[in-house]
């Protein structure tokens, strides 16, 4: 079976710091794109972040860019989230989020496996 | 960036009821399209992608169509599990895409 599970969130003030991580399992980690997508409460779905398979291509949502930093460590199948600065905004659940891909005229992008997410509350 | 718009919101259906759910884009984008459904307090899980496939695993009473600027995600025949809220995402403008602003689904 296809597994990631999310770690790492909790209770943090304002202009703090947290690392979120992603255990990957059952599929073959290194052939994959990964996200993390983002849900504050009572809201819809956010993209945050996307790492190719190598980390050497990484997009960021404009609310995080230059704030958090998504990396991949392929011989131990894990996903992380690196958040600084955090912000009261940031309060949501991540989700890490494997990416499949369509080869058509350009390449379609899909979110087919999700972790069960974890938890961030940015407050003082 | 393509906006996503959903429609309707929310809406109340029957069991065995047939239910459509639309998402219309600011412009074409050539069926780079999926579909999620999120119940109560779970993650998100992928119905459709590339605005027709439906994913391995999921109830055949899903289906998904549309061109142009305007899809549809249908569930022929609507099942107590089916309460979820359903999301839009389009991937044809940018890799990460952009969500539609979610239906939630009542019955």
């Given at each position: 079976d296809v597994h990631l599970v999310e770690s790492g969130g909790g209770l943090v003030q304002p202009g703090g710091s947290l690392r979120l991580s992603c255990a990957a399992s059952?599929?073959?980690?290194?052939d994959y794109r990964m996200d993390w997508v983002r849900q504050a409460a009572g809201k819809g779905l956010e993209f945050v972040s996307r790492v190719n398979y190598d980390g050497s291509s990484i997009i960021y949502a404009d609310s995080v860019k230059g704030r958090f930093t998504i990396s991949r460590d392929n011989a131990n199948n894990m996903l992380y989230l690196q958040m600084n600065s955090?912000?009261?905004?940031?309060t949501a659940i991540y989700y890490c989020v494997r990416v499949d891909v369509v080869v058509a005229a350009r390449l379609f992008y899909y979110m087919d496996v999700w972790g069960q997410g974890t938890t961030v509350a940015v407050s003082s | 960036d393509i906006q996503m718009t959903q429609f309707p919101s929310s809406l109340s259906a029957t069991i065995g009821d047939r239910v459509t759910i639309t998402c219309r884009a600011s412009?074409?984008?050539?069926?780079?399209i999926s579909w999620y459904q999120q119940r109560p307090g779970k993650a998100p899980n992928l119905l459709i992608?590339?605005?027709v496939n439906l994913q391995s695993g999921?109830?055949?009473?899903f289906s998904g169509s549309g061109s142009g600027t305007d899809y549809t995600l249908t569930i022929s025949s609507l099942q107590p599990e089916d309460l979820a809220t359903y999301y839009c995402h389009q991937s044809y403008s940018t890799p990460q895409g952009t969500f539609g602003q979610g239906t939630k689904l009542e019955i």
């Open positions: 059952g599929f073959t980690f290194r955090l912000r009261a905004e940031d | 412009q074409a984008i050539s069926n780079y992608y590339a605005a999921v109830p055949s009473r």
